[in-house]
């Protein structure tokens, strides 16, 4: 799968493939190739072997920015699963083109609903998170305006196209 990470101004393009053992990262633009193995010894405390030098990293994250502290250094990388990018791409252009309903871009669960009926939004407010595949996609506003009616509650089953909410 393809991964894309910002850090300090700068987007590099990753290939993440399982191999044995662990996985593959590859940086097509330079044509790096890194042997990875990754071991959780928490949810938050990774162990990761990277050309066979070891980093031991504590993550926390908020949506998709990591915050990230490892041996003698702090970083806070954007990081970006290509899957993740064409559903935010996907989820903004149905909402547009349904004139303010926002859409379920595919299959899944609703998990949180984060406004009520009546509420104020601008542009890019959260509206709601949608779980599919064990992922959690959260579709904003594309466009201020007023949340007008909401077609779901939370631990719902949705289908791909469901009406979630109409913001206008």
Excluded: Q
């Excluded at 502290?69 to 903004?92: I, K, W």
């Amino acid at each position: 799968m393809k991964y894309f990470v910002s850090l300090d101004g700068e987007e590099l393009a990753v290939d993440i493939e399982p191999a044995p053992g662990g996985y593959l990262a590859t940086v097509p633009s330079s044509g790096e190739t890194h042997e990875l193995t990754v071991r959780a010894l928490s949810p938050r405390e990774f162990t990761v072997v990277c050309d066979g030098r070891i980093f031991d990293w504590v993550v926390s994250s908020h949506d998709t920015e990591l915050d990230v502290a490892g041996t003698r250094a702090r970083h806070v990388p954007r990081v970006e699963s290509e899957r993740a990018r064409a559903l935010a791409s996907l989820s903004g252009s149905a909402a547009a083109a349904a004139g303010g309903l926002i859409l379920s871009p595919m299959p899944g669960k609703v998990l949180k609903l984060l406004v009520s009926e009546g509420d104020e939004v601008v542009a890019g407010a959260p509206l709601v998170v949608v779980e599919a595949m064990k992922m959690e996609n959260e579709l904003c506003a594309p466009t201020a305006g007023a949340v007008r009616k909401i077609f779901v509650s939370p631990g719902e089953a949705v289908e791909s196209g469901a009406r979630l909410l109409d913001v206008s």
